[in-house]
T-cell receptor
Framework: GAGVSQSPSNKVTEKGKDVELRCDPI?????LYWYRQSLGQGLEFLIY????????KSGLPSDRFSAERTGGSVSTLTIQRTQQEDSAVYLC???????????????FGAGTRLSVL | GQNIDQPTEMTATEGAIVQINCTYQ??????LFWYQQHAGEAPTFLSY??LDGLEEKGRFSSFLSRSKGYSYLLLKELQMKDSASYLC??????????WGAGTKLIIKP
């Protein structure tokens, strides 16, 4: 597609339920990132995928969070047993490579706004 | 720890100039980014600085001083559509982006 696509745009769930958030990156981008954006705070890095390498999961806040990327393209972020503090906007970004030099601009989707009641 | 500081909110007048500051303390430095984010929308790339000095792109300019850990985004000839949040991010020694909380810019007629 022309840009990064995320679905759903909004998700309301009950505490304790599992949710899946989807990200479709820009075609040809090998790097994919998940961030969490809470009100009044900077983007919080969650996980990043680069090609066929093992993902960098260092930002995942707990073992309730997991993500996968199938076929080097679409990614799914899963949150199990959701808690109220998981309420936030979850942003996905993609770029052409991890980076060594140069800008390596990250292009973002519009995000999924998750509300846990 | 790593830290990016920028003002929470600024107000400016249509047609005027505004400067949004960003100071950082990070583990290493591999470039600084400015993004614009309208409410409910995706952050979009504005500028990138890796060397000291001023980068100009139309009405927007970005400045970097690595020795001071300081950057600013300068917006000229402000338009109502410039009302948005402006995010400062630094790429650290691990090539991870560390993000500030963003500056909400309000433009008044």
């Amino acid at each position: 597609g022309a840009g990064v696509s995320q679905s759903p745009s909004n998700k309301v769930t009950e505490k304790g339920k599992d949710v899946e958030l989807r990200c479709d990156p820009i075609s040809g981008h090998t790097a994919l990132y998940w961030y969490r954006q809470s009100l009044g705070q900077g983007l919080e890095f969650l996980i990043y995928f680069q090609g066929n390498s093992a993902p960098d999961k260092s930002g995942l806040p707990s073992d309730r969070f997991s993500a996968e990327r199938t076929g080097g393209s679409v990614s799914t972020l899963t949150i199990q047993r959701t808690q109220q503090e998981d309420s936030a906007v979850y942003l996905c970004a993609s770029s052409t490579a991890l980076v060594s030099r140069g800008k390596n601009i990250q292009y973002f989707g519009a995000g999924t706004r998750l509300s846990v009641l | 720890g790593q830290n990016i500081d920028q003002p929470t909110e600024m107000t400016a007048t249509e047609g005027a100039i505004v400067q949004i500051n960003c100071t950082y303390q990070t583990s290493g430095f591999n470039g600084l980014f400015w993004y614009q984010q309208h409410a409910g929308e995706a952050p979009t790339f504005l500028s990138y600085n890796v060397l000291d000095g001023l980068e100009e792109k139309g009405r927007f300019s970005s400045f970097l001083s690595r020795s001071k850990g300081y950057s600013y985004l300068l917006l000229k000839e402000l338009q109502m559509k410039d009302s948005a949040s402006y995010l400062c991010a630094v790429r650290d020694s691990n090539y991870q982006l560390i993000w500030g909380a963003g500056t909400k810019l309000i433009i008044k007629p």
